[in-house]
C-alpha cells in the first residue's frame, strides 16, 4: 500500500478540475514552450493555474515531499517522496474541445510509481491506484478496474497518440507492431491508456514521454493487472519510448516485434 491515500489524490484532483474546467471550451491565450523535436508544445493558463492547485495542497499537507510538474520543474524534497504532475496532459486535445486530455497526479516512492490518479472532469471520470487496486468511478459509481488479458497479437487493439511518423529507428518496430494487432487508432492521449486499464485496449505504445507524462499512470495500469515497461524491459518511471500491455504475454509479443 501507498503512504498517500486515495482521499488525498481525490483532493488533489478536485483542486485541478476547479481550475481546468472554466477554461475549458473557452477562448484562451496559448504560449509555445521551446522542447526539443516539437514544432508546436502549447501551455495555457489551465496547465498553469492546475498545477499551482495541486502544488498548494502538497506544500500545506506534505512539505517534505519533493514536486516535479510540467510547467513549474521541480522542488526537492526528501529524496524518498516525490510527486509528479502533468496539471492538463494533452493540452492539443483541451486546445480543441476534445475530452480526452487529463490531470495527471503521480506519486513515487525512491523513484518507484507507486500512486496514480487521471482525472478527466468533462466526463466526470477518474482513474486512480495506491496501492489496493486500480478503480474508476462516474456518477457515483465506482468499480475496479481490470485489464484485458484472453487477447492474442492478431486480435488485439493497439493504440498510439500519433500516426505521423517520426520515431526514427522506432518507426520500422512500430510498423511491424501495428500490422500484426487487428486494430491501430490514434490521439486519444492518456485517456487510451485508462481504456487499457479498463479492458478496452490491449497495447499503448508511446515513443518519447517525460516522466510527467507516464509516471500517475504506471500505478493504475499496474494494479490493474497490465504491463509497463522500456522497450528494454526495464521501469518506465525515467519516461522514454514506453510500452504498455494488458497481459504479460501480449507485452512480451509487442516488445519483440518493437525490437525486431
Given at each position: 500500500?501507498?503512504?498517500?491515500?486515495?482521499?488525498?489524490?481525490?483532493?488533489?484532483?478536485?483542486?485541478?478540475?476547479?481550475?481546468?474546467?472554466?477554461?475549458?471550451?473557452?477562448?484562451?491565450?496559448?504560449?509555445?514552450?521551446?522542447?526539443?523535436?516539437?514544432?508546436?508544445?502549447?501551455?495555457?493558463?489551465?496547465?498553469?493555474?492546475?498545477?499551482?492547485?495541486i502544488r498548494t495542497i502538497i506544500a500545506h499537507e506534505h512539505a517534505e515531499h519533493g514536486v516535479w510538474g510540467e510547467e513549474y520543474g521541480q522542488t526537492v524534497g526528501d529524496?524518498?517522496?516525490?510527486?509528479?504532475?502533468?496539471?492538463?496532459?494533452?493540452?492539443?486535445?483541451?486546445?480543441?474541445?476534445?475530452?480526452?486530455?487529463?490531470?495527471?497526479?503521480?506519486?513515487?516512492?525512491?523513484?518507484?510509481?507507486?500512486?496514480?490518479?487521471?482525472?478527466?472532469?468533462?466526463?466526470?471520470?477518474?482513474?486512480?491506484?495506491?496501492?489496493?487496486?486500480?478503480?474508476?468511478?462516474?456518477?457515483?459509481?465506482?468499480?475496479?478496474?481490470?485489464?484485458?488479458?484472453?487477447?492474442?497479437?492478431?486480435?488485439?487493439?493497439?493504440?498510439?497518440?500519433?500516426?505521423?511518423?517520426?520515431?526514427?529507428?522506432?518507426?520500422?518496430?512500430?510498423?511491424?507492431?501495428?500490422?500484426?494487432?487487428?486494430?491501430?487508432?490514434?490521439?486519444?492521449?492518456?485517456?487510451?491508456?485508462?481504456?487499457?486499464?479498463?479492458?478496452?485496449?490491449?497495447?499503448?505504445?508511446?515513443?518519447?514521454?517525460?516522466?510527467?507524462?507516464?509516471?500517475?499512470?504506471?500505478?493504475?495500469?499496474?494494479?490493474?493487472?497490465?504491463?509497463?515497461?522500456?522497450?528494454?524491459?526495464?521501469?518506465?518511471?525515467?519516461?522514454?519510448?514506453?510500452?504498455?500491455?494488458?497481459?504479460?504475454?501480449?507485452?512480451?509479443?509487442?516488445?519483440?516485434?518493437?525490437?525486431?
Amino acid at each position: 500500500m501507498s503512504v498517500i491515500e486515495a482521499s488525498l489524490l481525490h483532493r488533489l484532483a478536485d483542486a485541478a478540475d476547479a481550475e481546468t474546467m472554466p477554461r475549458f471550451r473557452q477562448p484562451l491565450a496559448v504560449d509555445i514552450k521551446i522542447k526539443a523535436g516539437e514544432t508546436f508544445d502549447p501551455v495555457t493558463e489551465a496547465d498553469r493555474a492546475a498545477e499551482r492547485a495541486i502544488r498548494t495542497i502538497i506544500a500545506h499537507e506534505h512539505a517534505e515531499h519533493g514536486v516535479w510538474g510540467e510547467e513549474y520543474g521541480q522542488t526537492v524534497g526528501d529524496g524518498h517522496h516525490r510527486w509528479i504532475l502533468d496539471p492538463v496532459d494533452g493540452t492539443r486535445a483541451f486546445l480543441c474541445g476534445i475530452p480526452v486530455w487529463a490531470t495527471l497526479i503521480g506519486f513515487t516512492e525512491a523513484g518507484r510509481a507507486t500512486a496514480g490518479m487521471m482525472s478527466q472532469p468533462f466526463t466526470g471520470e477518474r482513474f486512480w491506484a495506491n496501492g489496493d487496486g486500480a478503480w474508476h468511478r462516474r456518477n457515483g459509481d465506482t468499480r475496479r478496474l481490470t485489464t484485458r488479458t484472453d487477447r492474442d497479437m492478431s486480435s488485439a487493439t493497439l493504440h498510439t497518440t500519433s500516426p505521423v511518423k517520426g520515431r526514427g529507428s522506432l518507426d520500422a518496430g512500430f510498423e511491424r507492431l501495428a500490422s500484426s494487432a487487428r486494430l491501430t487508432r490514434y490521439g486519444g492521449e492518456a485517456y487510451a491508456v485508462a481504456m487499457l486499464a479498463a479492458g478496452m485496449i490491449d497495447l499503448c505504445f508511446e515513443p518519447a514521454l517525460e516522466p510527467y507524462d507516464i509516471v500517475a499512470l504506471i500505478p493504475i495500469i499496474e494494479q490493474a493487472g497490465g504491463i509497463v515497461s522500456c522497450l528494454d524491459g526495464t521501469c518506465a518511471e525515467t519516461g522514454g519510448a514506453i510500452l504498455m500491455a494488458g497481459s504479460s504475454r501480449l507485452h512480451d509479443d509487442a516488445l519483440r516485434l518493437l525490437n525486431g
